[in-house]
Every structure is written in C-alpha cells, then in structure tokens.
C-alpha cells in the first residue's frame, strides 16, 4: 500500500538555521505529494505541493523537489523564524484516492 | 470564504454520552473527510464523502462511530457510547472534488475530551 515516512522530531532550531525535513514514500501509482503545516491550536493548512517527477513546490522560503529517483519530497527552507514552528506533515496522493499523510515533525524555533 | 466550520470547537463529556460533532465544508466543495489526530496513533483519516455519498469508511474505529452527509453543505461525526480513548482532536477537512490535484482544506478541529 501506499506510505510515507517523515523523520522523526522533534527538531530544534535557532532563528536563522537551515532546515530539512525528511520524507521518503512508496506509492503503488504515480503520486502528487504535499507538505502540510499545523500550527497550534489549527487545523492542517496546505504549505506546498508537486505533481511530477523534477518539479519544485515553494511557499514562504519552503522548498521542496520531488524526487522520483529517490522516492523523496524533502522539505527544506535557508533561514528558519521563530513563527516557523508548528507540525509539518508530508502526504501523498494517487489519482483521486485520499491523502496518506507522514506522522508529522514537530519543529521548535528558539529566538 | 469562511472557510471549512466545525462545532463545537471543545466538548467535554462523560463516559457513554452520545457526542455530536458537526462540520460544514466549503461552499461548492464535493469531498468532505473526517479525521482523528492523537499523539499515539498521528492523524487517521476515519471516512471520507464525495457528493454526499460515503466512499471510504475504512478508516472508522468500530461501530460506535457513525458518519452522515444529508446535504452538500452539512456533515456529522456521531460517537455512541463514548469511551476516554475516544479523546482526541476530530478534524473535518473538504476539496473541491475527485478531478485534477484536489487540495483538502481543513476546520480547526474538535478537541473532544472524554472523562
């Protein structure tokens, strides 16, 4: 079936810092895959997406290129701000079939 | 847009009460999703609707859930008898429909506890 690993947290950063959130899956089509963030006290709001092999998603410094070759859709931003913690969770989608969502990353951002 | 709305947004109650959580998705959005997030089990998608019509309910626990869809604009999450594990954060989330790459928009979640 279809599955998505996230690394686990939580992560710590200092203002400034570079992050990467891992996230790797295994899809028995060709999927779409999303990076959604939760901050607290809300629901899941999309961050980014992409829907082919090469393509890079971006949103607010976000980045991330799906990999087919390495089955990863690592997230990624150059310089992290203290309103940057939240959950992020990776997902994929088959065709029109629901979203399989990662375990989420907690990520805390210290001034 | 108001958005995907969800009431209430805190329930409290006790062991073998009936609870009611409700969601209303956005306007003209044909797929509807109820999920359940707790820190041990992550997020679980319970059972989604597309056009009012059940399509997935793999994902609910047992028979004391139960999810309706009467109209485009109205769903609910029925928990009868509730149990303290039942305590978690319900989102309802909906997309415009099962074409092209269908973003989920999500409510902010019912944190039902359970005592």
């Known amino acids: 079936g279809d599955s998505v ?3 686990e947290g939580p992560v710590t950063l ?3 810092a570079f992050l990467t959130i891992n996230c790797t899956y295994t899809a028995t089509g060709y999927p779409s895959l999303f990076w959604y963030v939760q901050y607290p006290g809300e629901g899941l709001q999309l961050l980014l997406k992409a829907t082919k092999a090469d393509d890079k ?4 410094g976000f980045e991330a290129t799906y ?9 990624e931003k150059g310089s ?9 969770f990776c997902a994929l989608r088959v065709g029109n079939e629901k979203l399989t969502f990662g375990t989420g990353t907690r990520l805390t951002i210290i001034p | 847009d108001a958005g995907v709305i969800q009431s209430p947004r805190h329930e409290v109650t006790e062991m073998g009460q009936e609870v009611t959580l409700r969601c209303k998705p956005i306007s003209g959005h044909n797929s509807l999703f109820w999920y359940r997030q707790t820190m041990m089990r992550g997020l679980e998608l319970l059972i989604y609707f597309n056009n009012n019509v ?10 004391r859930f139960s999810a309706k869809m009467p109209n485009a604009s109205f769903s609910t999450l029925k928990i009868q008898p509730s149990e303290p594990r039942d305590s978690a954060v319900y989102f309802c989330a909906s997309s415009p429909g099962r074409g092209g790459v269908n973003i989920q928009y999500f409510g902010a979640g ?6």
Do not use: C, W
Request: aromatic share 4%; no cysteine.
């Open chain 1, 5 to 7: 690993t996230q690394m």
């Open chain 1, 14 to 16: 200092s203002e400034e």
């Open chain 1, 57 to 60: 998603g971006s949103n607010k």
């Open chain 1, 67 to 75: 990999r087919k070759e390495t089955t990863s859709f690592h997230l």
């Open chain 1, 80 to 88: 992290v701000q203290v309103s940057d913690s939240a959950v992020y």
């Open chain 2, 54 to 63: 059940p399509i997935d309910d793999s994902g609910m626990p047992e028979d």
């Open chain 2, 110 to 115: 019912t944190r039902l506890s359970v005592l």
